[in-house]
Nanobody
Framework: QVQLVESGGGLVQAGGSLRLSCVASGTIFSINNMGWYRQAPGKQRELVALITSAGSTNYADSVKDRFTISRDNAKNTVYLQMNSLKPEDTAVYYC???????????????WGQGTQVTVSS
């Protein structure tokens, strides 16, 4: 079994910063892509940022130059540093991790439980 535990959400004023963390634990042979998604009330879940196993990154246009995704492979952890936060960044943030539990195992993906980020104006 593999579990994801997210942390770091909270309430912050516009212009402030937060850092989200997501730790993967359990039977993990390898981790491929790690990403952060968000879902605001009444809206679909959307990709915020993605980082590959090689360290390549991809960001939604709305967060470029404000958010930074990174990973620590030794700790099976992905981070999202969020700066210059705006009220429109308010959402539940979910991490997603693509992994294999064994050398011959099929690839699988798992969602975190979500962490609330609220930005006040």
């Amino acid at each position: 079994q593999v579990q994801l535990v997210e942390s770091g959400g909270g309430l912050v004023q516009a212009g402030g910063s937060l850092r989200l963390s997501c730790v993967a634990s359990g039977t993990i042979f390898s981790i491929n892509n790690m990403g952060w998604y968000r879902q605001a009330p009444g809206k679909q879940r959307e990709l915020v940022a993605l980082i590959t196993s090689a360290g390549s990154t991809n960001y939604a246009d709305s967060v470029k130059d404000r958010f930074t995704i990174s990973r620590d492979n030794a700790k099976n952890t992905v981070y999202l540093q969020m700066n210059s936060l705006k009220p429109e960044d308010t959402a539940v943030y979910y991490c997603n991790v693509a992994y294999r539990s064994g050398r011959l195992a099929l690839a699988d993906a798992l969602w975190g439980q979500g962490t609330q980020v609220t930005v006040s104006s």
